[in-house]
């Protein structure tokens, strides 16, 4: 009997191409604590993201490739995830531990941005990634509500604030720092300070991704979020209709002008099923905005959210949809799109990695 080494399990491994960032998983550095013990090998295999969508079928592919070696009795194989950090964090700020901050922003108010955002974020922790949600939407705070912990104030330990946690996401805004009615009436520093204040200010932990829900528009908020840290990117959210879109643009450009990379846009609300006709689709706000514009543009386009009373109802009740109801077309939706945008941060967060393999070889 043919003896099994590590060469030749490697060798095997390497037939393993990542489909987005084109390389074998052993070059990747994706293969680890690889073992032999009398014909029975184990190994893990570290994706870049919990929230891989091809999670399983490179797992199948590696048992498969490793017991038809020669000598080989049993494959004990590990799938786990480690999310790479992402573009240098600004060295004013003690964020060490937090490895991407990705903003949801849009053009115009309307679009669902924060409901998209609650949803993006509890997606990616029921997939088993460490998040935290930031509501910068200061004028405008309803993060809490949407993830039904309006009422809860949070404490200082050590100096910080302790940010909310609900459903596996740490949170933190305004909402739950000033009185139920009180209008936030302030000028461009004062909003600079506060943004300023969450990010260096509250216990975040250590974090795969923060998510950032912008305020609408291309204002103070984006440009002190901009100037304060390193972005990993930006995703942007429209409706189909040609006025939603054309503000888009506008959020596009600005998050060009300060350097901070397009991940994608969703497009929310994009079509209409009725309950009673689920084959039916009814375009309401008009079809394909989100995707003409991301062609233009030439960015990813991250996916689809059917509109639907529950996501409404959802919000209301403080409990997500993914959460509430997660075999709807809608929870899935959300699902799909965090699964796309953790594929993009990883591709940005890998890319100095990809230029050295490239130029090794």
Known sequence: MSQVTQEKVLEALR???????????????????????????????????????????MARQAKQLVSSIEGVKAV????????????GIASNFDLENIKNIIAVSSGKGGVGKST???????????????????????????VPIMLGVRNFKPYVSDGKLVPIEAYGVKMISMALLAQPDQAMIMRGPMLHGIIRQFLSEVAWGELDYLIVDMPPGTGDA??????????QGAVLVTTPQTVSTADVRRALKMFETVNVPIL???????????PDMPEKRYYIFGQGGGKKLADEFKVPF???????????????????????KPGSSQAQAFKK?????????????????LVILTRSK
């Open 15 to 57: 037939q393993i191409i990542d489909p987005d960032l084109r390389k074998d998983i052993v070059s990747l550095g994706f293969v680890r604590d690889l073992k032999i013990e009398d014909g029975e090998v184990s190994f893990r295999i570290v994706l870049t993201t919990p929230a891989c969508p091809v999670k399983d079928e």
């Open 76 to 87: 004990h194989l590990t799938m786990d995830a480690e999310v790479p950090k992402g573009r």
């Open 116 to 142: 998209v955002a609650v949803n993006l974020a509890v997606s990616l922790a029921l997939d088993g990634a460490k998040v935290g949600l930031m509501d910068a939407d200061i004028y405008g705070p309803n």
């Open 222 to 231: 984006q440009l002190s979020l901009a100037q304060l840290v390193s972005l």
């Open 264 to 274: 994608g846009i969703i497009e929310n609300m994009s079509y209409f099923i009725p």
């Open 302 to 324: 991250l996916g689809e959210i059917p509109l639907a009373m529950e996501v409404r109802e959802a919000g209301d009740n403080g409990v997500p949809i993914v959460i509430s």
């Open 337 to 353: 799109v965090s699964e796309e945008i953790a594929r993009q941060v990883s591709i940005e967060a890998m890319k100095p990695n």
